[in-house]
Nanobody
């Protein structure tokens, strides 16, 4: 059974940090792309950051570049999103997702191309 379980969300003030985790209990190989998406109320789900297993190549949306870092542990059982210098506009539900082929961008990343999703974790940033 495919399972992706996010944790680490919460409520913080502007400028603070959070680290999201996604526990992965799914078979993946070097061809898989691991991704973080987010969805704010009334907005479309958008790609935030991606990590390609095998190459370890990462890509970020412009809105988070320099503030967020995506990584995976060596056992490939946990995906992380370190979020620094958080802003109110980062407020959203954050989801991890994976697909069995690589990503080459985090921007304009079609959510429909990802067959596996977690349930999401809420991040709220207040000013």
């Amino acid at each position: 059974q495919v399972r992706l379980v996010e944790s680490g969300g919460g409520s913080v003030q502007t400028g603070e940090s959070l680290r999201l985790s996604c526990a992965i209990s799914i078979y993946t190989n070097s061809g898989y792309c691991m991704a973080w998406f987010r969805q704010a109320p009334g907005k479309d789900r958008e790609g935030v950051a991606v990590f390609n297993q095998g190459t370890s190549a990462t890509y970020y949306a412009d809105s988070v570049k320099g503030r967020f870092t995506i990584s995976q542990d060596n056992s490939k059982t946990t995906l992380y999103l370190q979020m620094n210098s958080l802003k109110p506009e980062d407020t959203a539900m954050y989801y991890c997702a994976t697909r069995p082929y690589r990503c080459y961008s985090a921007s304009s990343l079609p959510p429909g191309t990802f067959p596996y999703w977690g349930q999401g974790t809420q991040v709220t940033v207040s000013s």
